[in-house]
């Protein structure tokens, strides 16, 4: 399948010959580049063998819970045994590892079979979570074998239950601890749109697991739960002056959101303030998994595009970034010079963001666009700090230039997921969602 997708110039008209060698190569040097990342115990973040880790980076010597789950997500359609062999290493090394309450680590030290559950300064990793329910319930329905499924039921329940546990105030939406995600150097918390995007997301995959064990009715109830938080997502995070006042009157929110009408969904709401920057990440999800429709995510697109977060290279993660001075700033940020301006979390360029805009695009239905800009990604992912054809983890936001470790295996595993996204028919991406 995956050859038909690449080789055929027929379906590559659009593209001169030189570029669509690159693409064939480019999708090659990512499945050798997701090679490097197979271990005993699943999927490592980034290749144990090709980079050195100093200090705290020793933690890269682990399956990430959020890393994994998304390698082996973006991987499925791949027909290669070591692959499949390691999609599921990489969910049982995490399950294996839930904690009573329920909670599932963030990593898993390759070397020690150790877990860790908290990130940067011990803060827990909510979507480590998350992702690894997703990525169980897409593992199984691919596959159509649902022995891990039916292995951990008991754990996947309790992990649901340690999820719904962090909606405090029974709003339908999560509250997450400030760099409690993905963005563990970052000023993130409460009401975090990527973490709503992605507990949505669970409520409608843990339903459906619910339905195949034959548990209707309880299924019934996180379908209803799905489409309440998806109904309070919208209202909460696309601003708008149309005040609905149909259940009472304005809340202080409602008031504030009311002086402007957003284009996407913003990044974070508290009781106390917002922030009106683009997570572009997020944004990506929200239309992949069907939670925004088509005409919302347009907008999206265009305000996107307007500010180039594909220059030079597809793309920046958020928009705009964060300067000194701004209320948005920690001084944390310059921990070790990571999150400055236009670096790593803040508005940094993530290959596998990239790989993300480029489906999102051929979604939308531009299939001429989002070739050009899988070209433009292949480009991207070709450099490397020591080798061509490193993937590497990220780049700077302005200068294009990779500053994250090799071989980083989300990186390669978008780069295939995109590649195997560009010869579906768009119109049947709404049939389900393709996180």
């Not at 992702?131 to 319930?137: K, L, P, R, S, V």
Request: hydrophobic share 40%.
């Amino acid at each position: 399948m995956a050859k038909r997708i690449l080789f055929d110039p027929s379906e590559y008209r659009e593209l001169n010959s030189e570029d669509q060698a690159l693409l064939q190569l480019a999708y090659q040097k990512a499945i050798e580049a997701l090679h490097r990342n197979i271990t005993p115990a699943g999927f490592s973040a980034c290749s144990l063998k090709d980079n050195q880790v100093y200090g705290t980076d020793v933690n890269y010597r682990s399956v990430w819970a959020r890393d994994g789950a998304k390698t082996t997500i973006w991987s499925l359609e791949l027909e290669d045994s070591q692959i499949h062999h390691t999609q599921e290493l990489t969910l049982r090394t995490i399950l294996r590892h839930q904690a009573p309450a329920g909670q599932l680590p963030a990593h898993v030290l390759i070397d020690s079979d150790t877990p860790e559950y908290g990130g940067v300064g011990g803060i827990t990793a909510i979507d480590s979570v998350l992702w690894i329910i997703i990525a169980t319930y897409r593992y199984c329905k691919h596959y159509d074998d649902w022995a891990l499924v039916e292995d951990h039921i008991e754990g996947l329940q309790r992990a649901m239950d340690w999820l719904s546990a962090h909606d405090s105030n029974n709003n339908g939406l999560l509250e997450i601890p400030e760099a409690g995600d993905w963005t563990d150097l970052f000023a993130r918390s409460y009401h975090v749109l990527y973490d709503e995007i992605l507990w949505h997301r669970c409520l409608v995959y843990y339903s459906q697991i619910l339905r195949q064990l034959g548990k209707h009715d309880k299924a019934q109830d996180y379908e209803d739960w799905s489409k309440h938080v998806r109904r309070v997502i919208l209202k909460t995070f696309w601003p708008s002056t149309l005040i609905d006042l149909s259940e009472g009157g304005p809340s202080f929110a409602d008031v504030q959101f009311g002086l402007g009408d957003s284009r996407y969904l913003l990044a974070q709401i508290s009781p106390f303030s917002y922030s009106w920057r683009c997570d572009v990440y997020a944004n990506l999800l929200a239309y992949l998994t069907n939670l925004i429709d088509r005409e919302r995510a347009m907008m999206t697109f265009h305000f996107l595009w307007g500010v180039g977060v594909n220059d030079p290279h597809p793309v920046k993660n958020l928009y705009p970034p964060v300067n000194s001075g701004d209320p948005e700033w920690r001084n944390y940020f310059t921990v070790n010079l990571l999150n400055l301006p236009d670096h790593y979390h803040n508005g940094g360029i993530w290959p596998f963001v990239g790989g993300l805009w480029v489906r999102y695009i051929h979604k939308l239905g531009m299939r001429d666009l989002a070739r050009r800009e899988a070209v433009n990604l292949a480009r991207m992912c070709a450099q490397g700090v020591s080798h061509e054809w490193e993937f590497n983890e990220w780049h700077h936001g302005k200068t294009g230039r990779p500053m994250g470790k090799a071989f980083q295996a989300w990186s390669a595993a978008s780069f295939i997921s995109a590649c195997h996204s560009l010869h579906l028919d768009p119109e049947s991406l709404f049939e389900d969602d393709h996180v």
